[in-house]
Every structure is written in structure tokens, then in C-alpha cells.
């Protein structure tokens, strides 16, 4: 029997999923963002406000100013997106976000008159605006992880229950083409067209989102 996949969670990184993960974020979206289209803007902030708290979390700081730091960078972000440009190779939305979120935490110690804990040293804040963007990892607890599940959940409602399943279970469960096709009564052909197709709209999601 298919597996019930509503709840889109990864016991182990699929491999493919990542690697449809290109590297900065999507012109389209910034666009409408910079346009003043709240829904942009509530897809931005969804996708990347996990991001920022993981970020914020390193320093461990206290929940309450965890959101202080949450408002004050997206509120930057809102500020300054306008200059937001990826004119040299390998800029990204991601790193450009980064470098705003270390220095709101690194303004918030320096209100505090403390050092980031993390850090320690008389110089940790400078150490903490030194800090390059921290890497990709693939792991789903990772920011990669939570951007593939998200836009996973974002496209799932636009393909049949049976072709998800297809999709899911070569993709994610790394179950053999030939024992998907015997179990729902398919060709292995159109198992391996429902996963081509839904990793193509992945591909395109992540690139509109922009983490692409």
C-alpha cells in the first residue's frame, strides 16, 4: 500500500533532492518583493525566517530576543531590498541576508555590553562580522532541508495522489522503479515520468524562490 506522504519529513537526505538546489535566489521573487506584493514578501519571510532563528540560535540567545533580532533583520530587509543586486559570481540572497542578520546580533551584544557566548573573547563581535555565511549542509535540519521540504509542500497539491506516491517513494524511500510499478499496478515508464516531472517543478520552485 502507498504510504501516506502528507507529512513531508526526511529520515535521510535524498541525494537527488539536493542536488536540485542551484545557489542564489530567484530574480522573480525578489522582483515582486521590491514591488511592493505582500504574498512575495509572506513567501520570503516564510521560507527564510527559519534560516534567521537558526542563525539567532547559534548565539544562544533568549527566545524574547531572538524575535527582536527576527523583526529588526527582516525589517532591514524591507529597507534595503531595493539595493539587493547579484552582479559578482556566486552572490547570493542568502549570503546577502546573512551578512544583515550577523550584524543585528552583533548590535544587539554591543546594547547588551556582552560578547556573543558562542564566540567569547574580548573581540567576539568582531569575530562574529568576520564570520563568513555559514555552509550549506544537506541536512534536513539544516537550511537546504527545511527550503527542499518547504517548496515540497508548496507543489504537492498540484499533482495526483498516485503520481506524488510514484515520485515519493523513488525519490525519497529509494524504492526500485520496478517494485513501485508491481505495487500500483504501473508501468515502470510512468514511474520514472511522475518523478521527472516532479522534480522538474521542484527545480523550478527552488529557482523562483531564489535559494536556487
Known amino acids: 500500500m502507498p504510504r501516506n506522504d502528507s507529512l ?20 522573480s521573487l525578489l522582483e515582486r518583493v521590491k514591488a511592493h506584493d505582500q504574498e512575495a514578501w509572506r513567501r520570503l519571510v516564510q521560507l527564510y525566517g527559519p534560516l ?29 531590498i531595493s539595493s539587493f543586486r547579484r552582479d559578482r559570481p556566486g552572490d547570493s540572497f542568502r549570503g546577502w541576508l546573512w551578512t544583515i542578520a550577523r550584524h543585528k546580533i552583533a548590535d544587539h551584544f554591543r546594547r547588551q555590553g556582552r560578547g556573543p557566548v558562542a564566540a567569547g573573547g574580548s573581540d567576539a563581535q568582531q569575530r562574529l562580522l568576520e564570520l563568513p555565511e555559514p555552509p550549506a549542509e544537506a541536512d534536513p535540519s539544516t537550511a537546504d532541508g527545511s527550503l527542499v521540504q518547504r517548496a515540497l509542500e508548496h507543489i504537492r497539491g498540484e499533482f495526483e495522489e498516485r503520481t506524488w506516491s510514484m515520485f515519493w517513494r523513488a525519490t525519497v524511500d529509494g524504492h526500485a522503479t520496478r517494485d513501485i510499478a508491481a505495487d500500483l499496478g504501473v508501468t515502470p ?10 522534480l522538474k517543478r521542484l527545480r523550478q520552485e527552488l529557482t523562483d524562490l531564489g535559494e536556487a
Open 52 to 80: 534567521v532563528y537558526q542563525w539567532c540560535r547559534r548565539w544562544e540567545l533568549r527566545p524574547d530576543d531572538v524575535a527582536d533580532i527576527f523583526q529588526e533583520v527582516f525589517q532591514a530587509v524591507a529597507a534595503q
Open 8 to 27: 513531508m519529513t526526511f529520515a535521510n537526505p535524498p541525494t537527488e533532492l539536493y542536488s536540485e538546489i542551484p545557489g542564489s535566489t530567484s530574480v
Open 189 to 198: 515508464d510512468a514511474v520514472r515520468v511522475a518523478k521527472s516531472r516532479i
